[in-house]
């Protein structure tokens, strides 16, 4: 097999299929008009096409759409990032009333140019939403935010309804997946978090595929446990370029749903996990589900 036919050749059940219906040039359009990014559209997610033309939801992204990290599995675009704009909060919640959202994510660029991380215009972004859409939850996904506790409780200050940081990989992995961030200091960005407003659930994602075992699996499972993370999402790694990490392996349905009985046998009030499952795929429903068995747990 040559490396090319290694590059685009992916199992059945990656299939993607694509709807650009009214709903999705929509949200495009309207993206574009409020100049707005999602991290649908720089990431490269596999889901847009359903969660644009079906779900009609969609991730925003502040900050801008430059990260200041280069991280080897992701698309966004690296290099050195505009000014604030203390405008965008507002455009993000009229946004999120035009889509009538009952649940939004909002997820950022690594500002490590910037001394509090971007925590400001993050906390801003939540009040906005909060102040124009009372009955929407709000998900946020920063980054570690340098590791500061003070950035970090600007953010919780302005209590988001579910508090998502992303480990990405297992521990074994992280230094070279992961460009600048830590495994541990992601630990402790979590465990932080919960520490502050214990009524705040906390969520994390990783992905598979880039060479670890099923007991590096677990090991984090254990790990975000630990630091009584509450949701956790797994999903497939998929090479977004070939600058990009390869993919290792391409894990079977099968496998998804063996490691999702174990996340739950750990004590995680909700585990989604799958070939296309991101950290924010179906965000609403992982919500609601990890409430419905917090809920039955204590009954």
Known sequence: MS???EYIRKPDWLKIKLNTNENYTGLKKMMREKNLHTVC??????NIH????VRKTATFMILGDTCTRACRFCAVKTGLPSELDWKEPERVADSVSLMGLKHVVITAVARDDLKDGGAAVFAETVRAIRRKNPFTSIEVLPSDMGGVFENLKTLMDAKPDIMN?????VRRLSDRVRARAKYERSLEFLRRAKEINPNIPTKSSIMIGLGETKEDVIETMDDLRANNVDIMTIGQYLQPSKKHLKVEKYYHPDEFAELRDIAFSKGFSHCEAGPLVRSSYHADEQVNAAKANQQAKEA
């Open 3 to 5: 490396k090319k036919e």
């Open 41 to 46: 559209e720089e990431a490269k997610c596999p």
């Open 50 to 53: 359903e969660c644009w033309a």
């Open 165 to 169: 940081h992303n480990i990405e990989t």
